[in-house]
């Protein structure tokens, strides 16, 4: 699925540059849920956004489901994001002015899909996270958990084969945190890649495998010791 | 655009968040709509008002004055007058085909006209049958022009300008009555219908008494035309058409048809055409004068605009990252600018046309209206309004929306 060889990530802002990831190798295979952990400013966000193909690599290759989209351009990034990823983030990032059910709509109305599908999908999909009966509703309606489902849902909209969450029960309390937690497994569970920023060790240890990034390069990954059906907090 | 409805709903969320900004900028549109539809529709009016005006003397005529000869000719010295006989009518008749019409006026300027106890002292003119479509001579209903039986037969009949009838006659119908014309008894057959006259000779023609060309001419005795009307039968005609007439009456006449001061033509088709491109390039000019007033009010739409981007900088890298791509984003914003200039626009257009209507409803016998005319909304204005609006829409929509398109997700993204 992914397969990164000596990434590179330079930020040039004003007289120093930052370099953010310092040669970074990855690989993924289908169907594989990892976390990913470290420090502050050790360049999670950073590697994710390449993953997600919001940024680019200074240097390095990157492989995604088979083909080289480092040196894509920005039309190519924009359809492998509407059609090969699902962002689910920290702050939810729904558009405010628009219902539960135009929020999950809106990658399927980029992917140009036609209307009959995107209400069957949206449906779908909703009540999949359990929102079956709130999809009128604005996202200033909804609890955060709730939200944080809305946008599930919406990653979900055009079949991605992989998801990426950047800390997603970092806005959420515990409870509403291992309910996100309990739909990444049953998405996991249905084939669904699943790649995840956390720093909540007990998060990562619900994980397949934990990538652990300090200044800009992996140091270590723990395959998961098979807790991964631990019960509920 | 499939997802139009989305951006509509977004666009009114815009509308009712910014009520302010959003009014003024609606404003400047509508006022920039209004004021180019105005001036559209104002030379229209002063177009139309002067092509019904120009219509009183009579449409594709040449008025022809006898002149003095410059060149010496067939041992003839210079400086001979030209003066018009019945023989050079009969002759350009004859010897021009492309001659549509013609027709000739005597004038008597002293006449006094009388009914009952009234008398006024007037001009009576000779003309021909012909005048009734050339000269624009048409009769009021009940009544009818001279004929060419009055011609022949040299009959007493007089068909009076409007404005002689009023005078002669006040509220009673002057058809079938008998008038005195230097004591002579003349029988009305007919009243002009009222006209407005922009180019006249010798006076307007609502005030005049008009006789059979015959009927003057045996009265009065003079055999001399004051003038020749010549109506060619294309417009395209008319330079031909003109050079034929200095050959037919140059030949019999004996002066050089190469000499121009010998006769004197008034080409009143030249006038019109040189009246329409004046009309066209007024338009023209109103046109681009609207279209500066229009592009202030694009520059508010911009500027709406950009502020509208800055406020949604998260927004864009949202729909970024779930996979719009650069024309996504920029269709939004575009027809976000267009929208606006739409419904400013359309409101702009539904108060000139309320304006319009006002004037609409104002009596043309107004003096300055019958010059200037009403201001007329016509389908090309329409046209040529909602195109522009639309270019201005797409070109203040167009910069901002490539400032969105360049917005960095992940810099928009990043959580603070
Ligand atoms: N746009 C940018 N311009 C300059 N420097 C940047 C930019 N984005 C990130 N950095 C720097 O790159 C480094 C890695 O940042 P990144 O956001 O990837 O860290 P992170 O691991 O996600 O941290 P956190 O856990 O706090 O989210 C940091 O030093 C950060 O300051
Ligand atoms: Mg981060």
Redesign the interface.
Known sequence: MIKMNGIRKLYATGKVAVEALKGLDLELKGGEFVSIVGPSGSGK?TLM?IV?C??TPSEGEFFLDGERVDQFN??QL??????K?G?V???F?L?P??TAY?NV???M????AP?KERKETVTRLLTRVGLGDRMDHKPTELSGGEMQRVAIA?ALA?SPKLILA?EPTGNLDSHSGAEIMGIFEELWKSGTTILMITHDPNIAKRTKRTIMIKDGVIVTSLNGNGNGSSSHE | MINSLLFVRLFWRDLRANKKRMTLTLIAVLWGTLSIVLLLAFAEGLKAQFAENSKGLGEGILIIWGGQTTIPYEGLGKGRRIRFYPEDLQEIQRQIPEVEKVGADYFNWGTSISYGKKTISGRTNGLFPSFETMRAHYPMPGGRFINDLDMSKRRRVAFLGDRMATDLFGVEDPIGKVITIDNMPFTVIGVQVKKQQMGSYSGPDNNKVSIPATTHSAIWGNLRYNNLVIKPRDVNQAEFVKSRIYEVVGKRQKFDPKDKAALSIWDVIEGQKMMDKIMLGLQVFFGVMGFFSLSIAGVGVANIMYAAIKERTVEIGVKMALGAKKRQIMGQFILEAVLICGIGGLFGILVAQGVCGFFERVDLNNEALTWLGKPTISMTIGLVTVTILAFIGLVAGFFPARRAASVNPVESLRYE
Do not use: C, M, T, W
């Not at chain 1, 924009?78 to 059609?83: G, I, L, P, W």
């Open positions: 966000s956004n997600g919001l940024d920005g039309n924009a359809e492998v994001r509407n059609k990823i962002f983030f920290q702050n990032n558009l002015y628009a135009e709509e809106l990658p109305i980029f992917a140009g209307q919406r055009n950047d």
